[in-house]
């Protein structure tokens, strides 16, 4: 079975950082492309970044790109995300995302739980 | 970008019958259409990939279809743990998702 397990939301001041990681257990980590996606209080589902499973590729939506960073850690199963110069559009709930193949192919068939990341003041 | 419209915002139907979910994008994306359930307090599930796959354990009672711009979920003999918040997605380029229907017990 399939489990993402999501640590290190946090409440966060504006400008600051945090790291987000996924634990992964289950299936072949280090062959599949894995994700985060995040979600707004309310709000619905916005594509954040991706670390393809072949290649080492990294992919950002236009929104974090330069601020975010992905990374994974094959040996330990472990998927981070580094974000930095927060803003409080960024609050929301982020979740690990396993996609379907080793890249190109976004469809998310397995989601942790999630991590709550608040940027306020 | 490709933008995902979904509508209705919120559909309100009686268990037992039918429920129909539209969602249309800006641009075609061929059959690279995914639809996805979430529950309050739950994080997403995978239902319907390739426009009409249905995943891994899902019922029949779910059906996709489709192609191009315009796609419909069809959720059959609807029953009570299927009132939920419904997503389209796209991934003909990187993802995108419909801003989500409702789908709530009349």
């Known amino acids: 079975e399939v489990q993402l397990l999501e640590s290190g939301g946090d409440l966060v001041q504006p400008g600051g950082s945090l790291k987000l990681s996924c634990a992964a257990s289950?299936?072949?980590?280090?062959?599949?492309?894995m994700s985060w996606v995040r979600q707004a209080p309310g709000k619905g589902l916005e594509w954040v970044s991706t670390f393809t499973g072949t290649g080492g590729y990294t992919f950002y939506a236009a929104s974090v790109k330069g601020r975010f960073s992905i990374s994974r850690d094959n040996s330990n199963n472990t998927l981070f995300l580094h974000m930095s110069s927060l803003r409080a559009e960024d609050t929301a709930v982020y979740y690990c995302?396993?996609?379907?193949?080793?890249?190109?192919?976004?469809?998310?068939?397995?989601w942790g739980q999630g991590a709550l990341v608040t940027v306020s003041s | 970008d490709i933008l995902m419209m979904q509508s209705p915002a919120t559909l309100s139907v009686s268990p037992g019958e039918r429920a129909t979910l539209s969602c249309r994008a800006s641009?075609?994306?061929?059959?690279?259409l995914a639809w996805y359930q979430q529950k309050p307090g739950q994080a997403p599930r995978l239902l319907i990939y390739?426009?009409?796959t249905r995943a891994t354990g899902i019922p029949a009672r779910f059906s996709g279809s489709g192609s191009g711009t315009e796609f419909t979920l069809t959720i059959n003999s609807l029953q009570s743990e299927d009132f939920a918040v419904y997503y389209c997605q796209q991934y003909n380029s990187w993802a995108t998702f419909g801003q989500g229907t409702r789908l709530e017990i009349k």
């Open positions: 390739g426009a009409s």
């Open positions: 995302a396993k996609e379907s193949a080793a890249a190109g192919t976004p469809i998310f068939d397995s």
């Open positions: 641009q075609s994306v061929s059959s690279k």
């Open positions: 289950g299936f072949t980590f280090s062959t599949y492309a």
